[in-house]
C-alpha cells in the first residue's frame, strides 16, 4: 500500500499504531503481573497466558493482534445485532409489550440488578 500521510487510510493506520501501542502497554503489564504471582483474569490473562503443545508462547505481536480483532469484531457483531433486534422491536409493537412485561417481572421477582439468577 502506499502510505500518503493526508489520507483516511493513512489516518487509520495511525489510529491502529496508536491502539497497538496502548494494547502492548496492557500485555507488560499483564506479563508482569503474572511473573509476581498475580492472578491475570479475562481475556488479555488467557492470551497472555496461553501455551501450545509444546509450550511455546503468543507473541506480543500475535496478542496485540487478537485483542485489536476481539474489539472490531465484537463491536461489529454485537451493534449488528442489536440494530437488528430494535428495529424488529419497533416493526412488531406486541412483541414489544411482550418483552416489557417479561423485563418488568424479572425485576420483580429479582430486584433490579442483574444478577446470574435473574439472568
Do not use: C, Y
Not at 440494530?83 to 424479572?106: K, N
Amino acid at each position: 500500500w502506499l502510505d500518503i500521510p493526508f489520507t483516511p487510510f493513512a489516518k487509520a493506520l495511525r489510529a491502529r499504531e496508536a491502539l497497538l501501542a496502548h494494547f502492548q502497554g496492557v500485555v507488560d503489564k499483564a506479563r508482569s503481573d503474572l511473573k509476581a504471582g498475580v492472578e491475570v483474569r479475562g481475556v488479555i490473562g488467557r492470551l497472555v497466558a496461553a501455551a501450545d503443545e509444546e509450550g511455546n508462547k503468543l507473541t506480543d505481536a500475535e496478542i496485540t493482534d487478537n485483542i485489536l480483532l476481539l474489539l472490531h469484531a465484537g463491536h461489529e457483531t454485537s451493534s449488528i445485532a442489536l440494530a437488528g433486534i430494535l428495529s424488529d422491536l419497533q416493526d412488531h409493537p406486541a412483541v414489544m409489550q411482550q418483552l416489557r412485561a417479561e423485563q418488568e417481572d424479572v425485576v420483580k421477582k429479582h430486584g433490579e440488578a442483574i444478577t446470574a439468577t435473574a439472568l
